[in-house]
């Protein structure tokens, strides 16, 4: 008769092949990790600079409200910050229109927001733009692409 404790092996250690399989798992579930925050960081960068284009677009138009036209082109969205010395000079400007700011802020990726007025997008008001990701107009896909007021999202 074989008794009980002689039959049993002895486990002293991980197979090399099973650490290579504990390794792979590990590899492919951070790449799926680092894959989702990667599309959350872009996603979260692109709904800002919607958000911040329509914080832009109604600073103008208190600005607007006050001063009867929108600012110049010249004028800038400084002009949501201080009184413009350029004609027309705003009689009724009554800013701030950008509460806490000392300067215009930038979008997510470190890009001046461009303002253009009278509009090429909106002949009859002004533009106001992030060119995305890649900082240049036009782009090809969703992170790169042109973000305007035109955008419903």
């Avoid at 951070?30 to 800002?48: E, F, M, P, S």
């Avoid at 350029?86 to 009554?94: D, E, G, K, Q």
């Amino acid at each position: 008769m074989i008794r009980w404790h002689t039959r049993l092996r002895s486990n002293n250690g991980f197979t090399l092949i099973e650490l290579v399989v504990v390794m792979i798992i590990i590899t492919i579930l951070a790449g799926a990790v680092t894959l989702q925050v990667t599309n959350y960081t872009k996603n979260a960068r692109r709904a800002r600079a919607v958000q911040d284009i329509k914080t832009l677009e109604t600073a103008i138009d208190l600005y607007e409200a006050d001063s009867g036209y929108p600012p110049t082109a010249e004028q800038g969205l400084m002009a949501l910050i201080r009184k413009p010395g350029t004609a027309p000079v705003p009689r009724n400007w009554n800013g701030p229109y950008l509460k806490n700011r000392t300067t215009v802020p930038k979008d997510p990726w470190g890009n001046a927001y461009i303002y253009v007025f009278p509009g090429r997008l909106i002949p009859t008001g002004y533009d106001l733009m992030s060119y995305g990701a890649d900082g240049s107009p036009g782009g090809q896909d969703e992170y790169s692409a042109d973000i305007t007021n035109l955008d419903e999202d």
